[in-house]
């Protein structure tokens, strides 16, 4: 079986190839790839070539295949784990294993590590160690995007669980936000702040009294607040803000004064900035958790950080970047229970369009980039559908306008219908 994918062969060196795929073992499985979110890890990936933590040695000659936010349908499974999965069944993939024996160690991740399994194909092979590591997940839900999201919502479930606390007088850590506490999420509107902010407002378990969103962009603090309103936010018992900062000749003090002084429980910082991170640290309660979520593409990032709070008002700092496989099965869980991912994504794009958006990612304004593997389409903004001219965006743009402006299943189902169309 022949596919169609995209692989790193060295530092910003993406090629799209059509290549035979070996024969699939008897611990295998065989499955065709629907959709791949793109990530800004793979742009980091792709940038740092085989300096990455993640992508093996010898990829000069022995290329991988990108794309960690992937799903489809499994076509062929190897005997050894036909007792768990079978043909047909539709599938996310928690891609950071872990897994000692893979090509890159420890790190190894489809989409990173391997030369016939990562999302930006057609087809793919799944090595055995995805399913000893029990990273193969079935989806159960309505079309296949969702389930390509399920892994970047699993990163902020997972940056909510990392939040903790210290009981007074004790060592011993509380894991998880304060349930009725105050939580800010600052510089909280790009797609991971907005699938952060989805996840907090559909949470049954726990939630914030208090939860303030800033950022220093009107125009997505406005998407932001007409997709997750303040109105549906009070009806959950929380008190939602969003607040542009850009202005503020105080922020800290503004922020602090929303909080009735106390300050914020938790606060997590979507952008790698100093300034973000120094005022994450100036609106901490006491014993309050930083927790810094969007990774620094460069080594040596520093930040100011108060150690008298530190050591007076313990105020303390954690790191998440990704979610763990209960997070991922999590995400697929709130999602069939009515959490709807969709306003992650702003732009819908084919295969063809995979190299010069992942080269060029931080440029590239709006939320999740969504690739469906086996269309030929220019990425396209889900705004830019109506100006394109031509019969298939014209109908993407009335079941997009439909739904709120946003993409859904029913346009994921029209798209893979007419996506021959698209070269008329």
């Known amino acids: 079986m022949k596919t169609k994918a995209v692989r790193l062969y060295g530092k ?50 022995n290329p991988v295949i990108i794309g960690h936010e992937f799903s489809g349908e499994i076509l062929e499974v190897g005997g050894k784990w036909q007792h768990k999965f079978r043909k047909g069944d539709k599938f996310s993939i928690q891609p950071a294993m872990c897994y000692s024996d893979g090509p890159a160690g420890l790190m190894s991740a489809p989409g990173y590590s391997y030369p016939f399994a990562g999302g930006d194909a057609t087809y793919v092979i799944i090595p055995n160690e995805v399913m000893e590591m029990d990273c193969l997940l079935t989806y159960r839900g309505p079309g296949f995007f969702p389930a390509s999201l399920a892994e970047p919502l699993s990163c902020v479930i997972g940056a909510m669980h990392a939040c903790y606390h210290v009981a007074p007088g004790t060592y011993r850590h509380e894991m998880e936000i304060r349930d009725g ?15 952060c902010i989805n996840y907090v407002l559909h949470r049954e378990d726990r939630r914030p009294a208090l939860f303030v969103v800033t950022d220093i962009n009107r125009e997505r603090l406005e998407r932001a607040a007409q997709l997750y309103t303040t109105e549906f936010a009070a009806s959950r018992g929380i008190e939602l803000h969003y607040v542009d900062t850009s202005g503020m000749a105080n922020p800290a003090a503004e922020l602090r004064r ?9 606060v997590v910082v979507m952008a790698p900035v100093p300034s973000v991170v120094e005022q994450a640290d100036d609106i901490l309660a006491r014993d309050g958790c930083l927790n810094f979520f969007s990774g620094p593409a460069e080594s040596p990032f520093k930040a100011p950080f108060n150690f008298y709070n530190v050591h007076y008002a313990s105020t303390h700092v954690v790191g998440t970047s990704g979610g763990n ?37 931080p440029s590239i304004p709006g939320g999740k980039k969504l690739i469906y593997t086996h269309v030929d ?37 029209y798209l893979l219908a007419h996506a021959r169309e698209l070269q008329a």
């Open 12 to 61: 910003a060196d993406l090629r799209l190839e059509e290549f035979e795929l070996p024969q699939m073992r008897d611990d295998e499985i065989f499955a065709r790839v629907v959709t791949d979110s793109l990530c800004m890890s793979s742009y980091k990936a792709v940038h740092l070539g085989e300096d990455h933590k993640r992508v093996p040695s010898g990829i000069a000659s």
């Open 181 to 195: 506490g105050c939580l800010a999420l600052l510089a909280g509107v790009g797609p991971m702040g907005l699938a």
């Open 258 to 266: 929303l909080s009735g002084g106390s300050g914020y429980d938790e």
């Open 325 to 361: 496989t209960e997070d991922m099965k999590e995400a697929l869980d709130i999602m069939g229970r009515g959490l709807d991912p969709a306003g992650m994504v702003t732009h819908v794009g084919g295969l063809n369009s995979v190299i010069d958006t992942t080269l060029n990612l």
């Open 377 to 413: 389409m220019p990425l396209t903004a889900i705004a830019d559908f109506g100006k394109v001219g031509k019969p298939v965006y014209d109908a993407l743009d009335a079941i997009c306008k439909a739904h709120n402006s946003l993409w859904s299943v029913e346009a994921e189902e």
